[in-house]
């Protein structure tokens, strides 16, 4: 049974600084596709980022050159250095999970899903 544990929500100023990490128990990630999602106040749930079993990473235009997705199968976690953070990036943030490759950021592949973080802005 996968289960995915995020973590590293909270409140930080505009400009600053938060890593999001998510635990998987249950099977080994090395063959999984991990991706970042997030839901906004009021919006549907979107694609933010992603990390293939080979290292490819994906990434929403928006989140560019501020957010890094990384994963450490050895520690079967996935994390989500944000940096430079605006207001717009307020949501909860999902970590999904997935066996196999080029799942991107469609979240309709992913069947693994945390319980989510809330990361505030302002």
């Known amino acids: 049974h996968v289960q995915l544990v995020e973590s590293g929500g909270g409140s930080v100023q505009v400009g600053g600084s938060l890593t999001l990490s998510c635990v998987v128990s249950g099977y080994p990630i090395y063959t999984f596709s991990m991706g970042w999602f997030r839901q906004p106040p009021g919006r549907e749930r979107e694609g933010v980022a992603s990390?293939?079993?080979?290292?490819?990473?994906t990434y929403t235009e928006d989140v560019k050159g501020r957010f890094f997705i990384s994963r450490d199968n050895d520690k079967n976690t996935v994390y989500l250095q944000m940096n430079n953070l605006k207001s717009e990036d307020t949501a909860v943030y999902y970590c999904?999970?997935?066996?196999?490759?080029?799942?991107?950021?469609?979240?309709?592949?992913?069947?693994?899903w945390g319980q989510g973080t809330q990361v505030t802005v302002s």
């Open positions: 999904a999970a997935e066996v196999g490759e080029d799942y991107g950021l469609d979240a309709s592949e992913y069947n693994y």
């Open positions: 990390i293939e079993p080979d290292g490819t990473t």
